[in-house]
Structures are given as C-alpha cells and as structure tokens.
C-alpha cells in the first residue's frame, strides 16, 4: 500500500501521517519525487489503516500495491533513483562503465589496470578479492589482501571501486574498503547477505540470478531496500539457456522491462552475459541502445593468462578505450552523457 500526500504538505505533517502509520505495527518508507511525495507501507496493512489514512489530511490517495516487491516498484518511486557517489551519478542520464579484471591478482596488476581504465574514461574499478568458482580446486581470489589492493590503485587514480561480498560476515570489511558492493548471480538469493545488505548505506549492485525471473530478482532487490539501504542497482548478467555457443543468453529485453517495473538503475554485463570477447562490444552498444544506465566490463592487460580463467570474455586495454571512445559518440544517441578522458592508451596485441 502507498498513500500520495498533497503537494506542499508541510514536513511536520508528513511526520505525523507517519508516525500514525507506524502506530499499526507497519513500517512507513517516503519517496520524494519531482511531482509527489509517496510514503510506502510495508507489512501487514489492513484495510482499517487504509480507511483511516484516506481521511487524514494531507492524503490525496491512498493505493493498494498488487506486487509482492513494493519499495523497488514504480508504484512506490515513480521517478528514477539517482545514486550519488563521490561525484559519480548512477541512474540519471549519465552513462557509467566499470572496468577492470575479473579477479585482483597482485598490486601491480591491478595498479596498471586501474591506470588504463582511468585513462579509457570508465568511472569505476572492478575487480574480486572474493571469487565463486564453479569447481572448488579453481583460483577463489586473494581475500582481504586484494580489497586493499584495489582500493589504494583506486585511490591513487581517482576511481570508484566495485568488489564482490559473498558472504554477511565479509560485508563491513567489503564496505570499508570497496565504494559499491556486488551480489553475484549464486547468491541473489542468499537472503542472509541481502538482509546484511540492507542495514548498510554502501551501493549494492545485485546481479541477476542465472535462472531468475524479472519478479524473483525484483524480490531480491527488496529485501535489501527493506532493510533500510536505497542504493541498489540491477545487473542483468546473461540468463542459462539451451544455446550453448555463448556463456549465457545476455537478456536484453531485461534493461527495459525493469526499468518499466522499478525505479532502481539497470547496469548490463555484457562479459558473463556472452562469454566470447568479441561480443562483448556489440553488446555493450546495444545495452547502451537499449537504455542500461551503465555498464560492467572485464578488461585484463594479459587475459588469456588470467588467474582466474576467464580471460576469453576480458578485453584487452586498447579494445577497452576503443569501446569507451565509441560509446562517447553513442550515448547522446541515446539519451546519454558520457564524457571520457582523452588519454592515451598503450595498445596490447589484440
């Protein structure tokens, strides 16, 4: 349930219609947008507290949410969240890219990577201490070790960082560390680190469960948003099909369909969501197309010796500034800004 306050109702009423509806047990979030004030209720809201709310003033309405996801519906927050970070915007008309190896390997590698993704334009440094592997004798990362790793290369380029959080006991020492937390695909419904999740502020981006339905995934966004964190981005990342020629079928029609039912930022990952490097460009332009708000890029200096074996879907870094310099010219097409830094960048054997 959502009640729509009137426009130019004072703050100090707007807390006690909230006030009134915690009265019932419920818990009251407000979303704040361009035309409207929202307060959603989530809990068990009957109709009495309904009833009641329609005859307080400053209520212009009150709405029954048929969904089961309410905070990460548009019902709740018609408007786009913009995510704010160290002067980054996520989910506004700014295009994001977040760049870098799969796997953090030493301080000098992901120092060099760091460099070059700056230099190509991206945003963001990507890279995992903590790596879910399939077989339980492959690379699994560096551990806490590789987080600051990747936090100094990223301080001393001037780059956000994204890292992967496996776990709820590994998420304050992610969040120390790392600007934005990722949910890989396994653990989109590791309900336990999504609540962990949820009693933070840092920015989760939360991937796409391999076989996840667009309901199932909006689930797992909220029960991050319902523990109190609003900075989630979605990460459609490739769905299992019955093609086998790619890693996963890259679901394109996601980024729309999200953005039609939620408000949160849709981010593409055009690298697990083929698997093959020479898809991962094309990709990338037709995510922009298609109107992701961002992008996540596995770039190495040396892919096909990538610790992690995953090299096959990791640019090489002149392949990389060439996509960062296509997609500057792309992105207003599009309805986008994405300005990059016009660096060069030492070409690598492609």
């Not at 307080?56 to 048929?66: A, C, F, P």
């Not at 001037?158 to 937390?181: K, R």
């Amino acid at each position: 349930m959502i009640a729509i306050i009137l426009n130019k109702t004072p703050e100090e009423r707007i807390s006690e219609i909230v006030h009134h509806i915690e009265k019932h047990d419920v818990k009251a979030h407000i979303s704040r947008g361009v035309d409207r004030t929202v307060i959603g209720i989530v809990g068990n809201a009957g109709p009495v507290l309904a009833e009641q709310l329609r005859q307080l003033s400053g209520v212009e309405q009150v709405v029954k949410i048929s969904k089961s996801y309410k905070l990460a519906s548009r019902d709740f927050h018609p408007d786009p969240t913009i995510i704010q970070l160290k002067g980054v915007e996520i989910g506004g008309d700014q295009l994001v890219v977040m760049g870098g190896p799969c796997a953090v390997e030493s301080p000098e590698q992901i120092d060099e990577i760091a460099r070059l993704v700056k230099a190509s334009g991206a945003q963001v440094l990507r890279g995992g201490a903590f790596k879910p592997r399939t077989g339980p004798y492959s690379f699994q990362g560096v551990g806490v070790e590789g987080l600051v790793m990747m936090a100094e290369a990223g301080r001393k380029h001037g780059l956000l960082t994204i890292t992967e959080v496996m776990t709820p006991e590994y998420v304050d020492v992610c969040a120390e560390y790392a600007d934005i937390l990722q949910v890989g695909t396994r653990n989109m419904q590791n309900f336990d680190l999504l609540r962990k999740l949820g009693q933070i502020q840092t920015p989760v981006l939360l991937k796409r469960g391999f076989s996840a339905t667009y309901d199932e995934f909006l689930n797992a966004a909220e029960y991050i948003l319902a523990g109190g964190n609003p900075n989630v981005m979605l990460c459609e990342r490739g769905i299992r099909t019955f093609e086998s020629y790619t890693r996963n079928t890259l679901d394109l029609a996601a980024i729309p369909v999200l953005q039609s039912l939620s408000h949160l930022p849709v981010i593409s990952d055009p690298s697990h969501g083929t698997g093959r490097r020479e898809l991962v460009e094309p990709m990338s332009k037709a995510s922009v197309a298609a109107g992701a708000n961002g992008l996540i890029v596995e770039m190495h200096t040396d892919p096909d010796n990538s610790m992690t074996g995953d090299g096959v879907q990791s640019l090489f870094p002149d392949q990389f500034a060439r996509l960062m310099q296509d997609l500057e010219k792309l992105a207003p097409l599009c309805g986008k800004r994405f300005d990059t830094v016009k660096e060069p960048v030492a070409a690598v054997n492609s």
